[in-house]
């Protein structure tokens, strides 16, 4: 599957969550380096995606999209001093969960894969494998965003989505 099909998948399934308000948030809110929440999304759900097609993975891709979409969508700039923010490792998944059902219907998959994969940070794993994807593809993509390893690559796939 190469990125085109990806991009294709993404907006397939997660036209409604791009598009969001929530989205627009995301995008002015720093997540790793230069990277938004928005722009780290969408890496790790192409991540996701990629992953799933080099181990021969069956996934419901649908469920994966979304849940990777909606991983980190808690609403706000994490990178504010304060004492609630400095746990802020522990406590988004939780967050991201809440705001991600107040504004779309999910189903078992995604809302386990929202509120587990920060293990093994948070100490209980996901049930599903596109959690567990969801786990390596964003501990991936922190890495090579904080690192700058993507930069332009992701510039290119990000924009050809936003079109």
Known sequence: MNSIKHIDLIREYGSDILDSEGMKIEKNC?????????????????MCL?????????????????????HDY?????HNKSWANSIHGYTHP???LKNAEKD????????NMIKR?????????????????LCLADKIC???ETFGGI????????????K
Not at 30 to 46: A, E, K, N, R
Not at 151 to 162: A, G
């Open 104 to 111: 779309f219907k999910l189903g078992r998959i995604e809302k």
């Open 30 to 46: 720093v997540q790793h380096g230069i990277y938004s929440v928005y722009d780290h999304s969408l890496f790790v759900t192409s």
């Open 50 to 70: 990629r992953i799933a097609k080099k181990m021969k993975l069956h996934v419901d891709e649908k469920a994966m999209v979304r849940g990777a979409l909606l």
């Open 142 to 144: 922190a890495l090579y």
């Open 74 to 78: 808690f609403l706000y700039d994490w």
């Open 117 to 133: 994969h920060m293990f093994p940070l948070t100490p209980i794993p996901p049930k599903y494998k596109e959690g567990m994807i």
């Open 151 to 162: 930069k332009h690559k992701h510039r290119i796939r990000k924009e050809r989505i936003r």
């Open 94 to 96: 939780g967050k991201a």
